[in-house]
């Protein structure tokens, strides 16, 4: 078992910045890698980010290349997602979730485990 606890999410204005955080705990070693998602009312879960958590490399939802940065810190076992000029269509849930497998991580098929979500509201 693998748990996740998000943090960071609140209120900003459109243009400002936010940072999540996701801490895990459990048997991360299994962890291969880590992703972040977002739903908004009324609509699908849909991908935001994702990281490979051995090697790092990154993924990124194209409406969000440029403005958000994921990564992570193997000793604290905690990713982060930076978010930079929010716009107020991204309110929304923001997910943090864990990939034993790592096949099609853009998915949400391919994750395991997932954290509580954190709100994140950003006004217009």
């Known amino acids: 078992q693998v748990q996740l606890v998000e943090s960071g999410g609140g209120l900003v204005q459109a243009g400002g910045s936010l940072r999540l955080s996701c801490a895990a705990s459990?048997?991360?070693?299994?962890?291969?890698?880590m992703g972040w998602f977002r739903q908004a009312p009324g609509k699908e879960r849909e991908f935001v980010a994702a990281?490979?958590?051995?090697?790092?490399?990154?993924y990124y939802a194209d409406s969000v290349k440029g403005r958000f940065t994921i990564s992570r810190d193997k000793a604290k076992n905690t990713e982060y997602l930076q978010m930079n000029s929010l716009k107020p269509e991204e309110t929304a849930v923001y997910y943090c979730?864990?990939?034993?497998?790592?096949?099609?991580?853009?998915?949400?098929?391919?994750?395991?485990?997932w954290g509580q979500g954190t709100q994140v509201t950003v006004s217009s």
């Open positions: 979730a864990a990939s034993l497998s790592g096949w099609t991580i853009t998915t949400a098929q391919a994750y395991d485990y």
């Open positions: 459990g048997r991360t070693f299994n962890v291969y890698a």
């Open positions: 990281i490979n958590w051995r090697s790092g490399t990154t």
